[in-house]
Structures are given as structure tokens and as C-alpha cells.
């Protein structure tokens, strides 16, 4: 209840004085709500509703004496309940002042139902006196603070010390019961607002310019003048100062009507509506509200003025007769009465579209007659007139108003302070990141604008298209951004949390929340000072960034450059986030990019800094840090796909702490960690630093880990650093040759396999592993996994057991467990790395000579010959070595040499000589 009257309750007075509840729908529904909930406690939970206040709620009431019934005792002036604790009534009444003293939910209840017809206004005089009634009720400890709540915590010790505090159990239960309360009455605030069509600078912005087009001091115009109290405007479009702005206000307006005295009308998110005018000696405004609040201008104005409604409608109905043709115009002005109301869909704020609409129609129609003209000509008439009855300060405001003027001040990078909330206009942002990636010019700025509207009218014909297809959620995450662009703190964070409420990981929400300009809103938040935004909306960002779509339009707005920037925050939670999300980002190239050019390598690698990670009895601060640096890690993760931010990472001081981290003991610290490594291992360099640093002993440790996943970025990690021969022989000193083989049974997991198989294969370039493997009986395993795998599997298997074939034990076993059959099919494939492994494999094989009878009834020799006219060059080399050994055993050719038939014998010469000069060619384009 606390948090819900702090943060949803609409007050008076904003930060000025005693605050007062206004009697908006809005508040009148928080009430009902308290109500029902203090019935509910009264009559469900008799134990918390005979609790006793820590304090009594007090405030000042209205009713009398006589209201109170029976259960009460009454004392000249004073009424007392029967009902008492220690002596002291629970509900204490002094008639003479007026004050009330209630100190349990029981006697709430009662005082309400003897007042029915008053429960709102009790309700409300007893919110409005008591701000944080669950500090009253549940002492100061229970109190409504901002950051983290650890009231809970405190209650829970006392539950465990039940013999000192037998009440801490019902204290619980009811603090529970209130903030459900908060919940309840929070999520009931965020459906009613979501419904509300909030105002925003441009509407407003769009209906003053128009009404200053049709005013002056003649009979027919609409308004005498509208002028803005202030002619400097915000980047964001407000003209209200920044410590008004937090409470909504966009600007204040100074009308003059024909028939009413001089107007002062605040334009806020929440409507349009009087304020108390200008304070006396002063320019100040008097910012109270004074009357009902309007859903626009345009509206506010009809129910002020008579004159303004019926001018506005004249100008309406001219406005419609003059799109008519010359007999249906001479029709409608006999038929429509003169003071008749237009629908408001056609209201005098549509004018400007319509001319757009009707631009739109004749481009893809062709007309009998140029209405075009026709319409340009009545406007340019109306203007003039309009123009004509200014007076010698209305033209100057309205030289104020200049377009160029406008544009430069809309174009420049200006930060709007609101306290200490803080940011950038949206569209403004979404132009400075286009400009960085585009060339300078005033050409490229002009066809930029000019892309822009064509890019945003695809997307609204795109979005037209689809309506009838997309699910509810689609329309309920709009309307929560749409308030989410207009409101203020309070607003933003209530939308926000709203928001997560919803399935991020679905693309229909993702993508929902891209169409309504959500994304643009959401990194908007991160350039403020308000902590709790900057986290809502980094946890946003980091679950639908995972969508690819999203990713580009994140880098596309110049998101990654304020998530780099937030890494130097020093709040922790900030910290990670904003991590995981770059993580999400950085998944193609140029996001990658962006990160290492902003700095954000190097950022990145300060944060894997942290405690050791054996250390004992870790506090909740190290723990944290800890936290951070996995989400550094991951980060570093994504970014080490490229080349340069390998680089960039060496150079950062990366190596020496992903090596510490790498001793951790916990999987999701590990994970991104050895992911980073076998990324960079790629790398000469890192693989010198993997070696040197002594982290094989920790890859060998983790093959041996439950989770496959570790386990796999462990074996890709050997598969890319066994290239060298001393990380080989490091691998077989540290016992990990029978994790590797260990991991071939999880078969299922074709992933952990290939990054296996490939561990073995370059392993088993090393003679001293090969007589290993041998002994851990790997080749029928090898053998079997020859059928029914992919391919990047079979690359790695075959891979291995042409390694494994230097051994003539090993061709032997292939041999006995029908491993040729199987080799000699895949030389049928396409994979050209599978073709450069098979004929290796082969060929080692073909050194056996009953090997090389059973490649030769297989047609193995033939299938070797046809490879040599690949154009791919590895399998041309490798299908030569293979025919090598072939030939070597195929005494056929010399068997002929001995025939008596000279033919036969030519024949054979020449089949030998053309096999010489083969080899002669193969062995020179070998040493180019």
C-alpha cells in the first residue's frame, strides 16, 4: 500500500507542501480497492486483523457523534471503543478537534460501515494524513524506501525467534497480505492508464500552430491569439521547465478568446486543463490545477468558449464544401445547417493529414479537374485573410515560430535535466546514429529524411498488412510503450515492469515492441540518471536482444556506444547487464566492431577482475563481483569472433585473468570463459599464453564436468590448440586422452562429439597418443561412428583415424573391424575437408597389401583417380599421396612389363611413365 500510494496515487501539490489526493477515476478506484482489501482483512484473517498498530493512523474527521453506534462509548466530546489493549481504546474519537485515532483492521471496518455513505472520504483524509501507513502499522523497520526492501528479511529472523516475538508471525503474514495489496493495486493503475490516450509535444505542438493560423482580432476567426509562455523549446519538444516536466507538463499557453476572459492552460501528458495564471509582480506560473482536466486542446477550448465552437465548426464545414465538386458544394450548402457539429474523427486538428490524404489520391488517381490547386488555393486564401487581422506582436510571435528556427533547435545534441532524470529525445538520437554511419553532406542529409519517410511508410503498410494476423499481446505491448514514451519516473517504471510481465521471448513480442519505436524509448532510458530505468530497461533489452532483428536495430541506434559507457557505472547490477546485453549484440560483425572502437574491449576485460575464486566465506559484495565478471566474460565471449578484438583483448591484459577464472569451480562462470579461449585460440599467441600459462591442466580437469556444454568448449579448446606439438604432449601428461575418448558415448550430442572427435584427431598426430589410443581400444569407436553421422563429425573421425593408420596394428584392427568398406564410400562425398581426410585415411591404409585388395575390389583405386580432377588443389595433393601406396601394390603393371606381347608391353610403359611424370608434377606444385 505504501509503494502503491507513492508511486500510482495522482497528488496535488506536486513536492510543495502537504500533498492531497485528487479526486481523479484513477484515485477513486485505489480507494474502492483499500476499502474492499480492509473489509476483506476484517472478515478472512481475524488474527491479522486484531494486530495492534505499532502507532495508531490518525487524522482529522468529519463525522459526528451520533454516527456512532452501541460498540462505542461516549463521553461528552469524546468516543472510545470498548474493545482496548493494555487499557487504551483501539479507536479513540475527539469531537471537539475533529481528530480519529484507529489502531487495528477491525475497527477500520467498523468505522466504515457506520459511515457508508463517507468510506471514500474517510478512506482518502486517512491516506492523506498517514503517507506510509504500513510504517504505522508495522513499525519503522516496515517502511517505504526506495532500492532494496529487506524488511521481509528482518521478519523472517524473528519468525525463527518465535519465543521472543510471538506476534512476528502474524506480523508476517500481514505484511505479506499488504503487499499483495501493492501489487494488486499497481497492476490496476497500469490496465487503467495503458487505456488512456496520453498527450505528447507534438500533438500539442501540431494544434498550436494551426489554431495561431486561424486567429486574429476579426469576428470569424477562432481564438483572438494562443501564444506559449516561453519560446525556448527542449530537444524532446517540451517547452515546460525540466523540474515541471517530471510531473508531465509540456508547455503553459496564454489564450485570448472573443468571449471569455484571458486563459492559462497548462498542457500536460494527462490533458489539457486551467492552471492558476501568473503569479502577481511575476512571470511565475501558478502550476495547480484549477477545473477539469480535457483530453486535448481542441476540446478544452469548445467547452470553454461558445465562440471558438462555432467558428471552428464554420471553418470545419468551408473546409468540407471545398472538397466537393461545384453542384455537390451547391447541394450540401442547402442541405447542412449552418451550426451543425462535424464528427471529432474530422476535427480542426486533422486538416494538415487530409491535405497529405488528398495529395496521396491524386498521385494514384488521375482526377477531371486539379483539386490539388484547388485545395492549395483555398489554403493559401484562409491564411492571407488570417493573416491580415494580426496584430504587430502576433506577427512577430509568429516570426519566432520559423521553421529553420525550429529545425535548428530540434537539430541540436541538447540533454533535457529533469532532476535527476536525464535524457535525449528519441527521434534525435535515431538521427545522430544515422548520420555516423552515413558520409557527411548536406545531399546525404537531405536523401537521409528523404529514406527515412520511405522507410517509416513501408513499415506502416507493412504493419497495415499484418494487423488482421498478429495476436492480442502485440496490441497490449503497444499500448504499454505508448505510455511509456509519455510518461514520467513513476509512469516509466510501473510500464516498465508491466512490460516484463510479458513472453519477451517470443518475436511477437519483440518485434511489437520494435514497430511502436520501443526500442528507441528503451535506450533512450540508459542516457538517464535514474538507476531503476536504466535497470528496467537493460532487462528488457537483454532478453528480446537475442532475437537477430533486434540486434541490428540495437547497433543501428547507437545502443552499444551507452551500453559501453554504462560499464564504467558503479553500480554492479548496471554493470551486468549492460554486459549480457553487449553479449546478445555482439554477434556479427559490426556490432563487434562498434564495441572495440568505443572502447569497450578494454572495459570488458577490467571487469573479469575480481576475488579469487576458491576464496572461502565470499561476502555478498565479492559475490557480486564475481557476477560481474561472468557477464564480462560472456561479453568477450561474443566479441572474440573477430580477429582484431582478439587482438585487442591480448593487449588489454585479458589472458593472465581469463587463465585466474579459469580455476573457478563453477560451470556459468566457466562456460564463457573456456568459450572465449577456444574463440582466440585460433590464435598463435594464445595458443602459446593456453600453454604457457598452464590452463591445458585446467581443460583436462573440465572434460571431466557434468555439464556437456563445458565439456564440448573444452575439447574445441584442445581441438584448436593440440596444432602444436608440446600442447599435444601436455594433454597426454595430464591424463586427458581418456576424457576425450570417454566423451565419444554421449553420441547424442552431436556438438560434443565433433568437438571431441577433432580433440583425438589432432591429438593423434603425435605417435606417443596414437600408442595410447591404442591401448584405450578408440578405433572401433571410430569405426562406428563412420555410419549415420554429419558431417562435421565424419570430418573429425576420419581425420582421426587417418592418423591413427601410421600404426600397421591400427590398419590391421581397421581392416579386421570392416573399417575400409565405410572409408572408401565416403569417397563418393562433397565436403571437400571429408574428401582431404578420406583419401589420407585411404591411402594410409592402401600400405597394407590386404588392405589394398579389399580398397581394389571396393573400385577404391578408380574412385582416387577421379578425385585428382577436382579443382580444389588439398584434394588433388591428398588423391595423389593416396594413389601412391595403390600403386606401390599393384604389381599388375610390372606383371605386364614381362608379356610377350610387345602391344601389351608399350602399353604398360607408358602407363608407368605417365604415372612418373604425374608424381614429378605433383612433387614440384608441392614446393611452389
Not at 494486530?51 to 454516527?67: C, G, H, Q, Y
Not at 480542426?348 to 488521375?366: A, G, V
Amino acid at each position: 500500500m505504501g509503494i502503491a500510494l507513492t508511486r500510482a496515487a495522482q497528488w496535488t501539490a506536486a513536492g510543495i507542501g502537504v500533498g492531497k489526493l485528487e479526486f481523479t477515476p484513477l484515485n477513486v478506484s485505489l480507494l474502492n480497492s483499500i476499502i474492499k482489501f480492509v473489509e476483506y482483512v476484517s472478515s478472512k484473517h481475524p488474527q491479522e486483523a486484531a494486530l495492534v498498530f505499532r502507532e495508531p493512523l490518525e487524522w482529522t474527521s468529519k463525522l459526528e457523534i451520533s454516527a456512532f453506534g452501541s460498540d462505542y462509548q461516549i463521553s461528552g466530546k469524546t468516543v472510545v471503543s470498548k474493545e482496548n489493549m493494555d487499557g487504551n481504546p483501539l479507536l479513540l474519537f475527539e469531537a471537539s478537534t475533529g481528530v480519529i485515532k484507529v489502531s487495528t483492521f477491525n475497527q477500520l471496518a467498523k468505522l466504515l460501515e457506520i459511515t457508508p455513505k463517507e468510506k471514500l472520504k474517510e478512506t482518502q483524509a486517512c491516506l492523506e494524513a498517514n503517507r506510509d501507513p504500513i510504517a504505522k502499522m508495522l513499525g519503522p523497520s516496515f517502511a517505504t524506501v526506495e532500492g532494496e526492501d529487506k524488511s521481509m528479511l528482518h521478519l523472517l529472523e524473528k519468525v525463527k525467534k518465535g519465543d521472543q516475538d510471538p506476534q512476528a508471525e502474524i506480523q508476517m503474514k500481514l505484511f505479506l497480505l499488504l503487499q499483495q495489496l501493492d501489487m494488486q493495486l499497481l497492476n490496476t493503475t497500469l490496465q487503467k492508464i495503458s487505456q488512456e490516450v496520453r498527450l505528447n509535444p507534438q500533438a500539442v505542438k501540431s494544434d498550436v500552430q494551426l489554431l495561431q493560423s486561424f486567429s486574429g482580432e476579426g469576428d470569424k476567426t477562432v481564438l483572438k491569439s494562443i501564444n506559449y509562455t516561453s519560446e525556448y523549446e527542449f530537444s524532446n519538444g517540451c517547452r515546460a521547465p525540466p523540474w515541471r516536466q517530471v510531473y508531465g507538463d509540456i508547455c503553459y499557453l496564454i489564450i485570448n478568446t472573443h468571449d471569455t476572459d484571458t486563459l492559462y492552460v497548462t498542457c500536460s501528458t494527462a490533458g489539457v486543463f486551467l492552471n492558476g495564471g501568473l503569479m502577481k509582480d511575476s512571470e511565475d506560473i501558478i502550476y495547480d490545477r484549477n477545473g477539469d482536466i480535457y483530453k486535448d486542446l481542441i476540446t478544452f477550448l469548445k467547452e470553454k468558449s461558445l465562440t471558438f465552437a462555432e467558428n471552428l465548426t464554420q471553418v470545419q464545414q468551408n473546409f468540407a464544401l471545398q472538397k466537393k465538386s461545384p453542384s455537390s458544394r451547391k447541394a450540401q450548402r442547402a442541405e447542412v445547417p449552418i451550426n451543425e457539429e462535424l464528427d471529432q474523427s474530422e476535427k480542426f486538428t486533422d486538416y494538415q493529414d487530409k491535405n497529405k490524404l488528398e495529395k496521396k489520391k491524386t498521385s494514384s488517381k488521375p482526377k477531371t479537374r486539379d483539386t490539388k490547386k484547388e485545395e492549395q488555393s483555398y489554403v493559401k486564401k484562409n491564411l492571407e485573410s488570417s493573416h491580415q487581422l494580426f496584430s504587430k506582436d502576433d506577427k512577430t510571435q509568429m516570426k519566432d515560430q520559423d521553421p529553420d528556427k525550429i529545425k535548428q533547435d530540434k537539430g541540436t545534441d541538447e540533454t533535457v535535466a529533469t532532476g535527476k532524470y536525464r535524457c535525449k529525445a528519441p527521434q534525435e538520437k535515431k538521427h545522430l546514429s544515422q548520420r555516423a554511419s552515413r558520409a557527411s553532406g548536406i545531399s546525404e542529409e537531405l536523401s537521409e529524411s528523404s529514406t527515412e519517410s520511405e522507410e517509416e511508410q513501408e513499415d506502416m503498410d507493412r504493419q497495415q498488412e499484418s494487423n488482421t494476423d498478429l495476436p492480442s499481446e502485440y496490441w497490449q505491448i503497444q499500448k504499454v510503450v505508448k505510455y511509456l514514451k509519455g510518461g514520467n519516473q513513476t509512469a516509466t517504471v510501473i510500464a516498465l515492469c508491466s512490460m516484463r510481465d510479458f513472453n519477451l521471448a517470443s518475436e511477437t513480442c519483440q518485434l511489437a515492441i520494435r514497430d511502436v519505436g520501443g526500442l528507441e524509448v528503451l535506450i533512450n532510458l540508459l542516457d538517464t540518471e535514474e538507476t531503476k530505468c536504466k535497470i528496467g530497461s537493460l532487462k528488457i533489452l537483454k532478453e528480446i536482444s537475442k532475437n537477430p532483428q533486434i540486434q541490428r536495430c540495437l547497433a543501428d541506434l547507437g545502443g552499444l556506444q551507452i551500453m559501453v559507457k554504462i560499464l564504467d557505472s558503479s553500480n554492479k547490477d548496471l554493470k551486468c547487464l549492460a554486459a549480457e546485453t553487449i553479449a546478445n549484440i555482439a554477434r556479427f560483425r559490426r556490432a563487434r566492431q562498434t564495441v572495440r572502437l568505443h572502447g569497450g574491449i578494454q572495459r570488458l576485460v577490467g571487469l573479469l577482475d575480481c576475488v579469487p575464486m576458491l576464496s572461502a566465506n565470499l561476502s555478498a559484495e565479492q559475490e557480486k563481483d564475481i557476477e560481474v565478471a561472468r557477464c564480462g566474460a560472456l561479453a568477450l565471449w561474443s566479441c572474440s569472433k573477430s580477429k582484431k578484438n582478439k587482438d585487442a583483448i591480448r593487449k588489454a591484459g585479458g589472458i593472465p585473468l581469463l587463465a585466474c577464472l579459469l580455476k573457478s569451480p563453477h560451470e556459468n562462470m566457466l562456460i564463457p570463459v573456456v568459450g572465449t579461449l577456444q574463440e582466440c585460440a585460433s590464435e598463435p599467441s594464445y595458443r602459446l599464453a593456453i600453454r604457457t600459462e598452464n590452463m591445458v591442466t585446467d581443460l583436462v580437469r573440465n572434460l571431466n564436468s557434468e555439464s556437456q556444454e563445458l565439456q564440448m568448449h573444452c575439447a574445441r579448446a584442445i581441438f584448436k590448440c593440440a596444432e602444436d606439438e608440446e600442447t599435444r604432449n601436455l594433454v597426454r601428461t595430464h591424463n586427458g586422452l581418456a576424457p576425450l575418448v570417454k566423451l565419444f558415448s554421449k553420441s547424442d550430442n552431436k556438438e560434443l562429439l565433433a568437438a571431441a572427435t577433432g580433440a583425438v584427431w589432432k591429438c593423434a598426430i603425435s605417435r606417443e597418443n596414437v600408442d595410447r589410443f591404442k591401448h584405450l581400444r578408440i578405433i572401433e569407436t571410430l569405426i562406428n561412428l563412420l555410419v549415420g553421422q554429419p558431417e562435421e563429425v565424419l570430418i573429425n573421425v576420419v581425420g582421426a583415424l587417418g592418423q591413427c593408420a601410421r600404426d600397421h596394428v591400427i590398419r590391421a584392427i581397421i581392416r579386421r573391424s570392416g573399417g575400409i568398406d565405410p572409408l572408401v564410400n565416403l569417397l563418393t562425398g562433397t565436403n571437400h575437408a571429408l574428401l582431404v581426410n578420406v583419401t589420407k585415411a585411404v591411402g594410409e591404409c592402401a600400405v597394407d597389401a590386404e588392405n589394398m585388395s579389399i580398397i581394389e575390389s571396393l573400385d577404391g583405386v578408380r574412385l582416387l583417380w577421379s578425385l585428382l580432377k577436382k579443382p580444389n588443389p588439398d584434394i588433388q595433393a591428398s588423391a595423389a599421396w593416396a594413389l601412391c601406396p595403390c600403386i606401390e601394390n599393384a604389381k599388375l603393371l610390372l606383371n605386364l612389363m614381362d608379356s610377350t606381347d610387345e602391344a601389351l608391353q608399350e602399353a604398360a610403359a607408358g602407363c608407368i611413365s605417365n604415372i612418373r611424370r604425374l608424381a614429378l608434377a605433383n612433387e614440384k606444385a608441392r614446393y611452389k
